[in-house]
């Protein structure tokens, strides 16, 4: 069974970093090309936004919101998928899902990132 796990959320001042990790498990992440979506707050039932993904050979694409801001990797041997979120904006709060497939449908429960002063 596939199963993602999010941590690392929290509140942090705008400029601020946070890193967000991903534990999977039923997988290999190294199997697939693994994706950060996020969800502004409100907007539950809305479609999830593209942010970060890394495929098996570590070629990283991002969203024109977060490039050069957000940084995407990976560790095979941990089985973990990580987001390195600097510069952070208010306008990056939301609820970020890692996932198994660009859209978001086979996501975890999320971690919440509130950028406020």
């Known amino acids: 069974e596939v199963q993602l796990v999010e941590s690392g959320g929290g509140l942090a001042q705008p400029g601020e970093s946070l890193t967000l990790s991903c534990a999977a498990s039923?997988?290999?992440?190294?199997?697939?090309?693994m994706t950060w979506v996020r969800q502004a707050p409100g907007q539950a039932g809305k479609r999830l936004e593209w942010?970060?993904?890394?495929?098996?050979?570590?070629?990283?694409w991002y969203g024109d919101s977060v490039k050069g801001r957000f940084t995407i990797s990976r560790d095979n041997a941990k089985n973990m998928l990580y987001l390195h979120l600097s510069s952070l904006k208010t306008e990056d709060t939301a609820k970020y899902f890692c996932?198994?497939?660009?859209?978001?449908?086979?996501r975890g429960q999320g971690t919440i990132v509130t950028v406020s002063s």
């Open positions: 996932a198994t497939d660009p859209l978001g449908n086979t």
């Open positions: 039923g997988f290999a992440v190294s199997s697939k090309t």
């Open positions: 942010v970060s993904s890394i495929d098996t050979h570590d070629v990283t």
